[in-house]
């Protein structure tokens, strides 16, 4: 119930390329979804992030995609660039408890 | 700036003696978290302060504890270290609790273990 499943694990693109990933998650309660974006060596800093009231929320070349139903939601980075590549972590939460990660995505875009 | 500052970037200690991993930030949050990242996987957290209040997550070995002197810093204390504690250690600040606030990451500290 808890559980936040992200996939895939890894992802490559060609520049200018729009990768796309996606998370699933169980219990209904959850009600914020943001995603972290984390380069090496460096601690996680928020992306992006949605409520279930929108199914889409966009900030410069990244959206998010929601679907409330099917319990899932997702990433796509418009138009990405090598400055792109980094882990990406989806996550989920509801109100008086802390976040839920996904296991992470590591997207390499090719110059 | 502001910003959540952690100190030692990088650690190394002996098979169980102890260390500890200091945080600091000038972001006046009342939350700070503790997060164990290991290679590859999400953060794990630890525990979290809400102000001097103590949150400890169920499957926190007891080996791990933590002190928050002050708003601004706080500490995580390993009593015995073992091999299977190598990780990046996160510190984290929120102004509220409970998962609807943006969390903002320190750089971490990468603990080594021999």
């Known amino acids: 119930q808890q559980q936040v499943k992200q996939s895939p694990q890894s992802l490559i693109v060609q520049k200018g390329g729009i990768p796309i990933i996606n998370c699933a998650y169980e219990?209904?309660?959850?009600?914020?979804f943001p995603w972290y974006q984390q380069f090496p060596g460096k601690g996680p800093a928020l992306l992006i992030a949605?409520?279930?009231?929108?199914s889409e929320k966009k900030e410069g070349r990244f959206t998010i995609s929601f679907n409330k139903s099917a319990k899932q939601f997702s990433l796509h980075i418009m138009d990405s660039q090598p400055g792109d590549s980094a882990t990406y972590f989806c996550?989920?939460?509801?109100?008086?408890?802390?976040?839920?990660f996904g296991p992470g995505t590591r997207l390499s875009v090719l110059p | 700036d502001a910003m959540v500052i952690q100190n030692p970037r990088y650690q190394v200690t002996q098979f169980g003696k102890p260390v500890t991993l200091s945080c600091s930030q000038t972001?006046?949050?009342?939350?700070m978290y503790w997060y164990q990242q290991k290679s590859s996987q999400a953060p794990k957290l630890l525990f979290h302060?809400?102000?001097?209040?103590?949150?400890n997550e169920a499957d926190t070995p007891d080996n791990f504890q933590s002190r928050r002197p002050n708003t601004s810093f706080c500490f995580l204390d390993i009593r015995s270290p073992g091999l299977g504690d190598a990780a990046m250690y996160l510190c984290?600040?929120?102004?509220?609790?409970?998962?609807?606030?943006?969390?903002?990451f320190g750089p971490g500290t990468r603990l080594t273990v021999l």
């Open positions: 984290a600040t929120s102004r509220e609790p409970g998962g609807r606030d943006t969390q903002y």
């Open positions: 219990n209904t309660a959850f009600d914020y």
């Open positions: 949605i409520r279930p009231d929108v």
């Open positions: 996550a989920a939460s509801r109100h008086g408890q802390n976040f839920v």
């Open positions: 972001l006046n949050h009342n939350v």
């Open positions: 302060y809400y102000d001097k209040d103590f949150n």
